[in-house]
């Protein structure tokens, strides 16, 4: 928990333009953190725009598992009923409650499920493992270190506890790793016929699960298009 220096101490908060977080006034290692903070924003973002313009059955069903994860977090919430620390301290918050940490078990989530889509659901390809497996390390290191800014930064700006931020990324990996494999067990082997719904059909929704490296694939198929009509067109002007 925080120590009573820290809750007795008259910080003087300031807010990051836009939103809703706080950090003390000329820190910078707040100031920091407090945008590191806004990274669960980002990646839900992220999401919309990528379901917008790839309509990808597997990304609706991994941004489903955010939503869910989100709805188990509040319900935990108001269930437990542990306050913030600090008496919640910070002028402005969407709940008193703090256990467990929305934003630990949010980016656990999304990282755990990540890490599963990376080394399980993408495979790798003959001719550029070593390649493949080290870009895909690289990533989840990044990763690692970016969920551990996250978490780090809901103690540092006293809007967590020590054990609500453990107790979110437990609750996060958990329903993480549970996620991956009903999409992977229960939703993929329908994904198809979701596919094939008319309405999927009207609004381009598609299923990529037996392609086993997406990136290549619409790489390779976007570079043979456009050789294609670069020929054709170079034929026309002749």
């Known amino acids: 928990m925080a120590s009573e220096e820290q809750c007795s101490a008259p910080l003087r908060w300031r807010s990051i333009s ?16 407090a945008y590191t903070s806004l990274l669960p924003i980002a990646i839900l973002v ?6 917008v313009f790839k309509r990808e059955l597997h990304t609706i069903s991994f941004f489903g ?11 935990l919430k108001h269930i437990v009923r542990e ?42 390809t003959n001719n550029a493992r070593c390649v493949e497996l080290l870009w895909r390390h690289i990533l989840s290191i990044i990763l690692l270190g970016v969920a551990l800014c996250v978490s780090y930064s809901r103690v540092y700006l ?15 990996m958990v ?4 996620w991956f494999f009903i999409t992977q067990e229960v939703l993929t082997p329908v994904f198809p016929k979701i596919a094939a719904w008319p309405v999927s059909e009207f609004f381009l929704v598609r299923d990529t699960s ?8 619409e790489y390779t198929v976007t570079r043979s298009e456009a ?12």
Request: proline residues 4%.
């Open 210 to 217: 037996l392609i086993p490296n997406i990136l290549w694939f």
């Open 46 to 51: 992220g999401f919309v725009t990528l379901i």
């Open 65 to 75: 598992g955010l939503v869910i994860n989100e709805g188990l977090n509040w319900l």
């Open 175 to 178: 329903m993480g790793v549970v």
């Open 18 to 33: 836009l939103t809703h977080v706080q950090y003390p006034a000329d820190d910078l290692t707040g100031q920091v953190l």
């Open 158 to 172: 006293l809007y967590h506890t020590w054990s609500q931020v453990i107790y979110g990324g437990v609750a996060g």
């Open 83 to 124: 306050p913030r620390p600090c008496e919640g301290g910070h002028s402005s918050l969407t709940t008193e409650y703090g256990m467990p940490s929305s934003h630990s078990q949010f980016i656990w989530f999304f990282v755990v499920y990540f890490f599963l889509f990376l080394y399980l659901r993408m495979h790798q």
């Open 227 to 238: 050789r294609n009509r670069q020929r054709k067109l170079g034929t026309k002007l002749q």
